[in-house]
């Protein structure tokens, strides 16, 4: 993975917290993205593994987003309802208007997750490592994606960094720093995740401790 591929995919990050990106800006950072996902289906899949895990351990353990459970076409909340609608978000955000389109707290979670992307997410709350294998087991199947396969790998990908930061966005600020530095951290540990190097797991620990969200929060939205 070069540096220019790394730079492409920070970009993105930035492009999905960052709501003000020019919409020529963002189809030109996703055309890049995707031609990452099909060249380099493995690291996206570490990196991402990292980041969704990193994000959903973040929550309160008290949040039903970060206990969930895998079911046979997807994910479920602790209730067993299915989980990957808007509707999971309204425990924290009511809707404000009848065209969730046109409604700023609801809106980023209008399109529904697809049910390995919930899957995704339900896996990233254990860690890192199942999140990785789980991608690997189900998504990338060759060192290189054909445009199909690449398209679902990404598409899951997409769909579980956005939601996870959404939740934890609720919680820590639209303006949320750790979003994007534990993004680029990422970067640097994917590779050698896939390559099979050693890097300072218990440094990365002690930077998620300290940014979680506190214990009893989520209680206090509900």
Not at 4 to 15: A, C, F, H, M
Not at 31 to 48: F, G, K, N
Not at 60 to 89: C, H, Q
Not at 182 to 210: F, H, Y
């Amino acid at each position: 993975m070069d540096q220019q591929d790394i730079d492409w995919v920070n970009r993105w990050v930035v492009s999905l917290c960052e709501p003000l990106v020019t919409t020529a800006a963002r189809r030109e950072i996703d055309e890049h993205v995707a031609d990452i996902a099909a060249r380099q289906p493995l690291w996206i899949s570490a990196w991402a593994s990292g980041l969704v895990s990193d994000l959903v351990r973040s929550l309160d353990p008290e949040d039903p987003w970060r206990n969930l459970e895998v079911a046979s076409s997807g994910a479920v909340m602790p209730d067993g309802s299915p989980f990957g609608t808007w509707v999971d978000a309204t425990d924290i955000v009511p809707p404000s208007v009848p065209d969730r389109r046109a409604d700023v707290g609801l809106a980023a979670v209008d399109t529904g997750l697809s049910g390995r992307a919930s899957e995704f997410v339900a896996v990233a709350a254990g860690g890192w490592r199942p999140a990785f294998e789980w991608i690997r087991e189900n998504l990338v199947t060759a060192p290189a994606l054909d445009g199909p396969q690449a398209a679902e790998l990404l598409d899951t990908v997409d769909g579980a960094i956005r939601w996870a930061m959404f939740r934890r966005r609720l919680f820590a600020g639209q303006d949320d720093p750790f979003i994007p530095v534990d993004a680029a951290a990422w970067t640097t540990r994917a590779g050698k995740m896939i390559s099979g190097e050693a890097w300072d797991e218990a440094r990365a620990a002690r930077v998620l401790e300290s940014n979680k969200i506190q214990p009893g929060t989520y209680a206090q939205f509900v």
